[in-house]
């Protein structure tokens, strides 16, 4: 589904190389872990998947289902059925969360050719979503972001996320700054969204949200560049003992 | 008078025009032959113009006199020059204030003759295509079959007012809605008694060129007690053929009364900057509430800063009795210059005024706009809020006075300025002018300026919205607490004109 070969990127305004020959494959319906300590590219991995600015490939290609993501703009990748949730969600004041949504969802169904949503349809669908989310109707109409805590803003990406239904989600360190009671909220409601067919790619940090989202594969990334490659049990091997041993292996 | 009986009037020129030039005809003897070789009324502004506009609308001698005055007072005055705009010379003699500049024969034939990025603007402000054709001044648009649903305007189109569509249902409730001119032949102790006394003759350059040569305009008068039954709205144009550009509108809400006026503006696209130049008065007496709405489209010019509208416009109202209330709201998104200051004198004590603004620029467009809070009486409240947007190589100036005096005992203001720019090459200012001359008096002034993040721009993008799609929302987002003042119908509008006059502000 998702095809990485030989990615490498570097800073559009510096000269400073961060991703050096990225090659990773995420079949549809499996979970993908990537993990390193920081400063690796995980989220520059994320951000250059997803179109963010900044950023200057210098070889390689990325794909879904075939379509080539670096010639396409950031709206057409999401389109396309790709979705990023964030690690610092971006505040936007102003504007309601519903009318967020609601303008994401039709932006998305004009692009496709499909006729907008009715408000009413809309609303049932926010809402009954939000609820498996524990996400509350007063949160919904809050401008989006503003004021939230760090555990509704990963949840409102979460609720995006199953409102947009992407074929391939991206996951930055969603679990960053949340407790534990929060992570389960947002790992519920990831696995509410795991139906066989959908592409997951998990970056963390810790290896405590992979015990809430099981993985089919980790990923161990660093300097640019994915090191190791093996199931869940890689994900305990960096519990127990940091990057440090498996670094020194590699090298 | 040979000249003008050989001279051979163009088809479409209104009869009643040449008529009425006619009939006139004996003082217009200086050049007259010469100027009338263009078929319709001469340029530049004199005695004879001034006369001919107060006969073509059948006005009594006072008013007649009223112009004149008018007229000898503009000859002395100076335009100002203070405001943050820049635009070539005005040459006064140079413009038509009557006839038509322009013949029929370049009135467009067909919607494929019109601007299609105009069409594109009224196709998205849902207009239907009769009313597209009439706005973009295609000939004969008048007699198009007309489509969908109406437009629920009431308009200024040419000096004649439409604004008569429930005439029956106001006058039960003793509600007077018409044209100005009319006003002046049917009311004319109301507006004896109220005309330029918010607004005096000599206010200034604009305001006196108005009061001589204003065409046509609005009239409201709301009876003591009355809740008018429904919104007032009038849809001003400056029309294809130049005229109608010194629009009169006078609103006076009697003890205990309430109204809510919407204006809206529209011009066609034309290459050669117009003028516009509009006198907007509002009486309120005790206990009475006005809220004036107006959302702003005049041709901005084109990306170029080609054309566009001159808008040099002077609105004030005057809360004269004790607990009056006024709320101005305007959306500006329209002009290639705006000079415009709605403005509250807060007379009665316990008074009110409220503005709220969203002005938006973009490509060469300029706007120095704000509003004027004056304090007069005791315990007089007032409120600004002001959304400026920048895009493009645009100015945008926030100018305002608040002045609290000496018997504007515990008067309050609050202002609130908020600025965004979008790209590195347009600008905002922030003017604020601030008198206090009594202790009691309270002043509050809070002033933003931001920049459209690109994070914020991304994370839209990243769901789907495309760029300007996301430009739009996030701008709407900023604009959020003056677009709730709007009355809703303008709101869906107004939301809309934000998307419209920001196209091409990114990428």
């Not at chain 1, 239904?165 to 947002?186: F, H, N, Q, R």
């Not at chain 2, 009475?288 to 959302?295: F, H, L, M, P, R």
Request: charged share 25%; hydrophobic share 40%.
């Amino acid at each position: 589904m998702l095809n990485i070969k030989n990615l490498h990127v570097k800073l559009e305004d510096e000269d400073k190389q961060i991703l050096k020959g990225v090659n990773l494959t995420v079949e549809a319906g499996k979970v993908h872990a990537i993990m390193g300590p920081n400063g690796s590219g995980k989220s520059t991995l994320s951000y250059v998947l997803s179109g963010k600015g900044g950023y200057e490939v210098t070889d390689g290609s990325a794909s879904l289902d075939g379509q080539d993501l670096l010639e396409l703009e950031a709206e057409e990748r999401a389109t396309a059925g790709l979705f990023l949730a964030f690690q610092y969600p971006v505040e936007i004041p102003g504007v309601g969360n519903m009318t967020f949504l609601r303008t994401a969802v039709n932006a998305q169904r004009k692009a496709r050719g499909e006729d907008p949503m009715s408000a009413a349809d809309f609303l049932k669908e926010v809402r009954k979503t939000a609820k498996s989310l524990k996400i509350d109707a007063e949160m919904l109409k809050r401008p989006v972001n503003v004021g939230f805590s760090g555990g509704e803003k990963k949840r409102n990406e979460i609720l995006q996320m199953a409102m947009l239904s992407p074929k391939m989600c991206i996951l930055d360190e969603t679990d960053s700054g949340l407790d534990v009671d929060a992570m389960k909220l947002v790992a519920e409601g990831v696995n509410a969204l795991r139906d066989g067919k959908r592409g997951f790619l998990v970056i963390t940090h810790y290896q405590r949200l992979l015990d809430h989202i099981k993985p089919d594969v980790v990923h161990i990334m660093a300097n640019g560049r994915i090191i190791k490659t093996g199931g869940p049990e890689l994900a305990l091997e960096v519990e127990n003992n940091g990057y440090a041993g498996i670094l020194a292996e590699v090298e | 008078m040979a000249a003008l009986d050989q001279t051979q009037v163009k088809e479409g020129i209104d009869q009643e025009t040449v008529d009425a030039v006619r009939e006139v005809g004996g003082a217009y003897k200086h050049g007259w032959a010469t100027d009338i070789e263009m078929e319709y009324a001469p340029k530049g502004l004199t005695t004879d113009i001034v006369r001919l506009i107060s006969q073509k609308n059948e006005e009594p001698q006072w008013m007649l006199d009223w112009r004149l005055q008018a007229y000898d007072r503009w000859l002395t005055k100076e335009e100002p020059s203070w405001a943050m705009v820049d635009y070539p010379e005005i040459d006064f003699q140079d413009q038509y204030y009557y006839a038509r500049p322009k013949s029929m024969e370049v009135k467009p034939k067909s919607l494929d003759e019109v601007d299609p990025k105009l069409l594109e603007t009224y196709k998205k402000l849902g207009i239907p295509l009769k009313e597209q054709m009439i706005l973009a001044g295609v000939e004969g648009a008048e007699n198009a079959p007309a489509e969908g649903r109406k437009v629920a305007v009431d308009a200024v189109f040419d000096s004649v007012s439409l604004g008569t569509t429930f005439k029956a249902e106001l006058a039960e409730a003793g509600v007077i809605f018409c044209s100005i001119s009319e006003a002046i032949r049917e009311h004319p102790e109301l507006v004896k008694k109220y005309l330029g006394t918010v607004v005096p003759v000599s206010d200034n350059f604009y305001a006196t060129l108005n009061s001589a040569v204003f065409s046509d305009g609005s009239f409201v008068y709301v009876p003591p007690g009355v809740r008018c039954p429904m919104e007032l709205s009038t849809y001003f144009r400056i029309n294809a053929e130049n005229t109608g550009q010194f629009e009169r509108t006078l609103i006076i809400a009697d003890k205990g009364s309430y109204v809510s006026y919407l204006e809206g503006c529209t011009a066609p696209a034309r290459d050669i900057a117009q003028l516009h130049a509009a006198v907007v008065e509002i009486i309120i007496e005790e206990d009475a509430e006005v809220k004036y709405s107006t959302v702003q489209n005049w041709y901005p010019g084109d990306e170029n800063g080609k054309g566009g509208i001159y808008n040099f416009v002077t609105k004030r109202a005057d809360c004269r009795g004790d607990r009056a209330k006024i709320m101005w709201t305007q959306v500006e998104t329209g002009s290639a210059v705006t000079w415009k200051y709605p403005s509250c004198i807060l007379r009665g004590d316990d008074s009110q005024g409220e503005f709220y603004s969203i002005a938006i620029t973009n490509n060469y467009q300029q706007a120095d706009t704000g509003t004027k809070m004056v304090h007069l009486g005791k315990n007089t409240k007032s409120r600004i809020v002001s959304k400026g947007i920048s895009a493009g190589h645009a100015q945008n100036t926030y100018r305002g006075l608040v002045s609290m005096h000496p018997k504007a005992k515990n008067a309050r203001n609050y202002t609130q300025c908020d600025s965004l720019l979008i790209g590195n090459k347009c600008g905002a200012h922030t003017v604020p002018y601030i008198e206090v001359k009594n202790n009691s008096a309270r002043v509050e002034h809070e002033a933003t300026t931001s920049k459209v993040d690109d994070d914020q721009l991304f994370y839209c993008r990243s769901r789907g919205m495309d760029e300007e799609a996301a430009v739009a929302l996030v701008v709407n987002g900023f604009c959020k607490d003056v677009l709730q003042a709007l009355p809703m119908e303008f709101a869906m509008e107004a939301q809309q004109l934000v998307a419209i006059s920001l196209e091409g502000s990114v990428g």
